[in-house]
């Protein structure tokens, strides 16, 4: 794994759209994994903000509430209209169906579109517990697409967003962990103290379930977009172990910084 240190939040956000950028132009049909949650949202200011040309490019996200439609402003489909889809014309755009009349059925339909779609870069954020997606802690590595009741420290940690506590989903669809090993590559995104915790677990921690994070040391091309706060527990070991890069131009020619 590579990492890169970032001071602000707009530094994230230059170092994720550089990769986006690089992956839409370099490839003819480009497949992104798209997140939610804040971690990503600078990506997709630049992305609006050049109004990156993503007619040839496809979108398959992470994850979705379950029972929320795509008008509730809460769901993650809403999240995406807003944060992208409104503004840019992809060629197409996938994200579970939260509302599917048998979820089973639909669990079945994404792990289908994630084959028919091989993901080129993946972006993802981290819980506070280590799940990637909505990957709670005990999550096969070896699973596809499926149903997850959420954690209470998941639920607490998404309570900001909605009004009232038991508004919060009980459960979520997502993408399963061996699928998203599956991408060519993986940018995962922190910032901030409270992610501080489980990325020196993904980093120094042992490769666990109980961490679902900790699987993406198994992955050969994976980098980590930190900032100094989610980066503060981290020993300097970790930083040499897992090569620190001061930004993509580093990453791309592969220099290193010890
Ligand atoms: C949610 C999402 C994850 C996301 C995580 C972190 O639980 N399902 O995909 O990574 O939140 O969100 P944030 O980036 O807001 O900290």
Known sequence: MKIIAVNTPQGMAEAGYELVQQTVEENKHPVL?????????GIYAL????????????????????????EDKNSYHYFMNKQLFHHLSFAQ??????MAQSLEEECK??????ENHPIDLQILGIGE????????PGTSFASGTHIVKLTDSTRQANRRFFEKEEDVP?????????SIMKAKQ???????????????????????????????????NVVIIADRQALSLCSEESFHEHQQVFSISDLLSNSRVD
């Open 186 to 220: 993986i940018a995962l995104l922190a910032s901030g103290l409270k992610k501080a915790e489980a990325i020196k677990t993904l980093l120094e921690g042992p490769v666990t379930e109980e961490c679902p994070a900790t699987v993406l040391r198994n992955h050969p």
């Open 93 to 98: 755009t996938f994200i579970p169906n939260g």
């Open 33 to 41: 994994g798209m997140a939610t949650g804040s971690s990503p949202l």
């Open 170 to 178: 009980t459960h979520a669809i997502t993408m399963g962990i061996a």
């Open 47 to 70: 992305m609006r903000k050049n109004k990156l040309d993503v007619r040839h490019a496809i979108t398959v996200n992470l994850d979705e509430y379950v029972n929320l439609s795509s």
């Open 109 to 114: 339909r994404y792990d289908n579109v994630i």
């Open 129 to 136: 517990n280590g799940h990637i997606g909505f990957n709670e």
